[in-house]
C-alpha cells in the first residue's frame, strides 16, 4: 500500500513537471482562438427541436436556473431530470425526446460560474435542490452522464425518498480507490495554479484533438463542444476532490441502470464495471457501438433502453 502510494505520487509529480513544462508554451494573445463553438450558448426562449431553453429564479437564493425543456403528455406527468458532465451541456439529451409520451423532460444546465460554487460536490446538490424546491418538483427520475453522474449519483444518495431511479450513462465511481484521490488532488494542485489564459489554450489543445476526425466516434458530436467559463472547470477540478464516491454508492437504495459503450474511450470498461460492486443492485448494460457522446449521437437506441428498465421498476 505504502509503495503503490508513494509511486502514485511520483508519476503524478512527473505529470505536472510536464504539464508545466507544456504550458510555457501557451500564447498569451491567441485565447480567442480557443473558444471553441463559442457562439454556440443556448438562447433563452429558443426552440431546439422541440426543447424549450429556459430560465427561472429561485425566490429563496437568487439564484437563475436555466434548462431545456420537453413537455409530458400532461403536467402531472412524473419529471425525469437529466444531468451533463464537464465538456457538454444540456443539449446532449435533445434526442432522448421519446421519453416525452411519458414523462416531463428537464436536461439542466448546471451555471459555468455562480456564487453558490465553493470547490465542493455538495454545490452542486444544492443547486438541484433550489432548482426543484422553485419548481415544486418533488420526485423525479434522474439521469447522469460522465461527471454528471458522479453528481447524479451523491444526489441519489442523499435523497433515498426524492429519486424514484438512477440511470448513470459513460461514468463511473470517483475517488474509488484510495490512489484515485492522490491522483486529483495533484491534478487540482497542478491545475488551478494555472493562470486563466494557459488553461484556456490547453482546453483548446485537448478538444480540438479529443474530436477531430480520423475514425473518430465522437467527432459527430463536436457541435456540442465550446470551452466554457473556466470558473466551471476550476468549480468541477476542485469538486473532484471532495468527492466521496464510495461512500455515496452505498447508500443508494433506488433502481439503478448503468450504461457504457464500447467505443468510450474516456470511461474504461473496467471502471464503468466497478459500479456493480458499490451498488450491488445496479444493472449494467453494455452499448456496443456507444462512445462517450452516445447520450447524444445514439439518443434514441439510450431512450429506450431507459424505458424499458424504468417500466420494470415503477
Excluded at 429561485?58 to 465538456?87: E, M, N, W
Excluded at 438541484?128 to 427520475?141: E, P, Q, R, S
Excluded at 466516434?217 to 466521496?244: F, G, H, M, S
Amino acid at each position: 500500500m505504502l509503495f503503490s502510494k508513494i509511486m502514485t505520487e511520483i508519476t503524478m509529480n512527473a505529470i505536472g513537471m510536464f504539464v508545466d513544462l507544456t504550458l510555457h508554451l501557451a500564447p498569451k494573445k491567441q485565447i480567442k482562438k480557443f473558444e471553441i463553438n463559442s457562439d454556440q450558448i443556448p438562447s433563452v426562449g429558443v426552440s431546439y427541436e422541440g426543447w424549450e431553453y429556459r430560465e427561472v429564479e429561485s425566490q429563496d437564493c437568487g439564484f437563475t436556473h436555466r434548462y431545456f425543456y420537453y413537455p409530458g403528455p400532461s403536467r402531472d406527468a412524473p419529471t425525469f431530470i437529466f444531468l451533463h458532465g464537464l465538456i457538454f451541456d444540456g443539449r446532449n439529451f435533445i434526442n432522448t425526446k421519446t421519453l416525452g409520451d411519458k414523462w416531463q423532460l428537464i436536461a439542466y444546465d448546471f451555471p459555468e460560474s455562480t456564487n453558490a460554487y465553493r470547490g465542493d460536490m455538495n454545490d452542486f446538490r444544492f443547486l438541484l435542490d433550489d432548482f426543484l424546491d422553485t419548481l415544486k418538483i418533488d420526485t423525479i427520475f434522474l439521469c447522469g452522464v460522465s461527471f454528471g453522474g458522479g453528481i447524479a449519483a451523491r444526489y441519489a444518495a442523499s435523497h433515498a425518498r426524492r429519486v424514484k431511479a438512477l440511470i448513470l450513462v459513460s461514468t463511473f465511481i470517483m475517488n474509488a480507490l484510495p490512489s484515485d484521490r492522490i491522483k486529483s488532488r495533484q491534478l487540482a494542485r497542478i491545475l488551478l495554479k494555472q493562470p486563466d489564459y494557459k488553461l484556456y489554450w490547453l482546453l483548446g489543445k485537448i478538444l480540438s484533438r479529443s474530436f477531430r476526425k480520423r475514425n473518430n466516434p465522437l467527432a459527430d458530436a463536436r457541435e456540442l463542444v465550446r470551452i466554457k467559463n473556466l470558473d466551471w472547470y476550476r468549480q468541477v477540478i476542485k469538486a473532484i476532490t471532495t468527492c466521496e464516491g464510495p461512500e455515496d454508492a452505498v447508500q443508494i437504495k433506488c433502481p439503478v441502470l448503468n450504461l457504457y459503450g464500447l467505443k468510450d474511450r474516456t470511461v474504461s470498461l473496467k471502471s464503468a464495471r466497478s459500479i456493480q460492486r458499490f451498488i450491488p443492485q445496479s444493472k449494467f448494460e453494455i452499448i456496443n457501438n456507444g462512445s462517450h457522446a452516445m447520450m447524444y449521437l445514439q439518443g434514441e437506441l439510450l431512450s429506450e433502453k431507459i424505458r424499458s428498465f424504468c417500466d420494470k421498476v415503477i
